[in-house]
């Protein structure tokens, strides 16, 4: 396999994955109260927002660099 191919893979799979989730979640844990022994934690969960532009330019070059490698083998 090429790797033109395998680039097209997986940008068409991280495309499917950007439209499919619009963004990654996480948790971020901080410390409020810190006195020896107590210690106060809040948890916020926050997202990094990824745009559907994103995936389907992602997936629209997957498909693209797909065919122009099945194209240079025939």
């Keep these: 396999m090429k790797a033109t191919a395998i680039v097209g893979i997986l940008l068409i799979v991280l495309g499917v994955f950007a439209l499919a989730y619009q963004g990654i979640r996480y948790t971020d844990r901080e410390t409020v109260i ?19 532009i994103l995936g389907a330019s992602a997936l629209a070059a997957g498909v693209i660099l797909l065919v122009a490698s099945a194209r240079k083998h025939a």
């Design 34 to 52: 810190d006195l020896g022994p107590i210690e106060a934690q809040t948890e916020t969960q926050k997202t990094i927002p990824l745009p559907p």
